[in-house]
């Protein structure tokens, strides 16, 4: 029995940064201008855009996000195969982050507001 998931590496979060949690596909980035962090849920069936002039990658995310701290743009852009594999990613303006690290930096926010 396995109880805690081993955190990815370096290597494997620029090839898969998306953490599969039911029926969603989350992604942690960091802002390369200010630090800020974000976290962005990816809903399966309903975020993703359909390809249709590729098949071998039917689906795939185009998403940009700006935070409140700069006006920094962070562009997402993946393609996905027919079961929502990752067949390329690429990150403009940002860098990818585990989990383990976003929840650290949200539990210390937390601590500095009390």
């Known amino acids: 029995m396995w109880f ?3 955190k990815k590496s370096n ?7 998306f953490y599969k949690e ?13 630090g800020e962090n974000f976290r962005s849920h990816l809903r399966i069936g309903y ?21 409140s701290k700069c006006p920094n743009k962070i562009h997402l852009l993946a393609s996905f195969s027919a079961s929502y594999k990752v067949k390329s990613v690429s ?6 982050i585990t989990k383990e690290e976003y929840e650290q930096k949200a539990q210390e926010k937390k601590e500095e507001e009390k």
């Open 11 to 17: 290597q494997e979060l620029q090839n898969n940064p």
């Open 22 to 34: 039911g029926n969603l596909l989350v992604v942690y980035l960091k802002c390369d201008r200010c």
């Open 91 to 96: 990150l403009d303006g940002g860098k990818f």
């Open 47 to 67: 975020d993703f855009i359909n390809d249709y002039d590729n098949a071998a990658t039917p689906y795939k995310i185009d998403k940009i996000y700006v935070g």
């Open 4 to 6: 805690f998931k081993k």
